[in-house]
């Protein structure tokens, strides 16, 4: 594991090379104030602290050049998203959720159009349990890029668990919409209609659809679910053996085989 100094390091040269493009960016100064106070370093923190409340207080900073500055601004926003997308990413490999969350949240202020941070934050949200600010955030994504196949799979995805049926078959159907070589879609509409027991025929032709396109354990175990629903052991015997021969530890996959097993 690497120690949580090396990430703080690393973080404070970003930030001080995020000053370096833009020195009155005033959230670049508070990120290094906290990863000072972190490290230990008081006086150090107490200096950019002071400097951030300057800037804050301060508002609006000169005229000069409006437009070529507002290009060089939203360059150095870009790069200092980038930098806490970058920090954030090390804190959550490192298990410092909450501060990878703050970080994420921090570059989307910068970058309000970077959907990488929205798909980080989405994803620390759904491990937090979160599940309706990810939606939130997935459905952010799909405004910026309405052609986005990841962000409708996710929203179909969320919405199920959230109990959304309807939200989630629109989602998975606008996917394959956009993605028809994706399999995702197929399995995931499978999936909606296993699980609320509507539509079965339906979800074993997504199923084989799934499978034609992509033969990997989840579209046989979703084939093999799906026949199992329709009574057609034979048929599912097969599937889910070969499932299980891609994936052995799947756990899904052995239960249902052994309960195609006790049936016969």
């Not at 090379?17 to 959230?27: G, L």
């Not at 890029?145 to 995805?157: A, E, F, K, V």
Request: with cysteine; charged share 25%; glycine share 6%.
């Amino acid at each position: 594991m690497v120690p949580l100094t090396f990430i703080g390091n690393k973080a404070r040269e970003s930030y001080e090379k995020a000053i370096q493009f833009q020195p009155d960016e005033a959230k670049a100064y508070y990120g290094l104030a906290q990863v000072h106070t972190r490290l230990g370093n008081s006086d150090q923190a107490q200096k950019h602290s002071e400097r951030f409340r300057e800037l804050k207080a301060e508002g609006r900073r000169g005229q000069i050049s409006r437009k070529s500055r507002y290009d060089d601004r939203r360059a150095a926003q870009k790069r200092a998203a980038l930098t806490h997308l970058e920090i954030g990413r090390m804190y959550r490999d490192q298990g410092e959720i909450h501060q990878a969350e703050e970080l994420l949240k921090q570059a989307i202020g910068f970058d309000p159009n970077n959907v990488v941070c929205y798909m980080e934050l989405a994803a620390i949200y759904n491990t937090k349990g979160a599940s309706a600010k990810a939606l939130h955030l997935f459905k952010r994504v799909r405004e910026i890029q309405p052609d986005n196949p990841t962000s409708y799979l996710m929203m179909g995805i969320v919405s199920a668990h959230l109990n959304r049926p309807d939200e989630a078959e629109a989602a998975f159907n606008t996917l394959i919409r956009l993605a028809p070589q994706m399999s995702d879609g197929y399995r995931e509409l499978a999936r909606l209609y296993l699980q609320s027991r509507k539509k079965t025929p339906q979800a074993r032709q997504l199923a084989e659809k799934a499978l034609g396109l992509e033969a990997n354990a989840a579209n046989y175990f979703m084939l093999a679910w799906a026949c199992t629903v329709l009574g057609d052991d034979a048929a599912a015997l097969p599937a889910v053996k070969r499932a299980l021969e891609l994936e052995p530890e799947n756990p899904d996959c052995q239960r249902l085989y052994r309960m195609i097993q006790q049936g016969n």
